[in-house]
């Protein structure tokens, strides 16, 4: 059974830094892509970053140069280190994983349950 957990919201003062991060757990599984997305009550879930299998990156414009997202495969885990964070941050944050059974050789997405960042000014 695939558990997606995520961690390392909360709350901090404009310019400080969180570094979140979204777990794969199970047995004979391995996480692929992952794209981290957040969303402010009422509006639409919007896209932040993502990392490929292969280690490509991509991001929203307004994040490019403060947020960078990474992966450390052996612990089936992605981060998303925020730094010089502003207060339009504030969101509850997603993350969307594409986990590989490696034994039945399928791939499936799941969502984490979300972890909020709350930036004071």
């Known amino acids: 059974q695939v558990q997606l957990m995520e961690s390392g919201g909360g709350l901090v003062q404009a310019g400080g830094s969180l570094r979140l991060s979204c777990a794969a757990s199970?047995?004979?599984?391995?996480?692929?892509?992952v794209a981290w997305y957040r969303q402010v009550p009422g509006k639409r879930r919007d896209f932040v970053a993502n990392?490929?299998?292969?280690?490509?990156?991509n991001y929203v414009d307004s994040v490019k140069g403060r947020f960078t997202i990474s992966r450390d495969n052996a612990k089936n885990t992605v981060y998303l280190q925020m730094n010089s964070l502003k207060p339009e941050d504030t969101a509850v944050y997603y993350c969307?994983?594409?986990?590989?059974?490696?034994?039945?050789?399928?791939?499936?997405?799941?969502w984490g349950q979300g972890t909020q960042v709350t930036v004071s000014s």
């Open positions: 969307y994983a594409n986990i590989r059974d490696l034994d039945r050789a399928t791939e499936q997405g799941y």
């Open positions: 199970g047995s004979g599984l391995s996480i692929a892509a």
């Open positions: 990392i490929s299998s292969g280690d490509s990156r």
